[in-house]
């Protein structure tokens, strides 16, 4: 090989190991960016986080005013990465399950908000929705958007409670007696109760509660 095609070869070797390492720098460039953008749209997405989460809590106090339950918050944080949930163990007599859970997070570059909504009942009579989910861009972070959203799935919740409470398979798991009317009836449905010598009576209206009383010499 003469001293031409020599430095020809090694010429165009040169060439593509350049190349390479321009390719490796322009990769090292492009990632760094990326990091260094990814941790920046974290850094706007956390104080988001923190008021949706103030703003679920305040409307699922609003719910434990009317439905009785225990909540079991989870929540994980590092310096890109977000995560918390809160899971409602309903107290009910007519279903063995009634867990309502909501789940805030972001997508892997953070750009978008995301959002769940999960529903369990056991065992299941009629239908109902068990999963939402909502993604909302970081850069068209609309509050209203997410408060409509909350608002829509505490409701649908409360719909999913108030079909437990009518459906005929769950009000046989609850069914009591009035003792002066003689008939049997969902626990839900009692107007009145009254305890007495140790046992709690139901009532279908407060007429047959009077009628207990006054025949048990508990009326003055």
């Known amino acids: 090989m003469d001293t031409a095609t020599k430095a020809d070869l090694s010429g165009r070797l040169d060439a593509v190991l350049e190349e390479a390492r321009s390719r490796v720098v322009a990769f090292q460039s492009e990632a760094e960016e990326s990091h260094r953008t990814v941790r920046e749209r974290f850094q706007r997405f956390l104080p988001i986080a923190e008021r949706i989460t103030a ?14 339950f225990e909540s079991k918050p ?33 997508n892997r570059d953070v750009t978008q908000i995301m959002l769940d909504y999960e529903l369990e009942i056991i065992p299941v009579f009629f239908q109902f929705t068990p999963h939402a989910h909502l993604d909302i861009l970081l850069e068209a972070y609309d509050e209203a958007t997410v408060s409509d959203w909350l608002d829509d799935r505490i409701v649908d919740f409360a719909n999913a409670y108030l079909e437990l409470h009518l459906t005929k398979q769950y009000q046989e798991r609850v069914l009591v007696s009035d003792p002066v009317a003689n008939i049997s009836f969902p626990k839900y449905y009692a107007a009145s109760t009254l305890g007495h010598g140790g046992t709690t009576y139901y009532f279908v209206s407060d007429e047959t509660r009077r009628e207990f009383e006054k025949s048990h010499g508990l009326t003055p």
């Open 55 to 68: 703003m679920a809590r305040e409307k699922l106090e609003r719910l434990r005013e009317r439905v009785e």
């Open 74 to 106: 989870g929540h994980a944080q590092t310096e890109q990465f977000y995560a918390r949930s809160v899971t409602l163990d309903v107290k009910s007599e007519m279903a063995g399950v009634v867990k309502l859970s909501f789940r805030l997070g972001h």
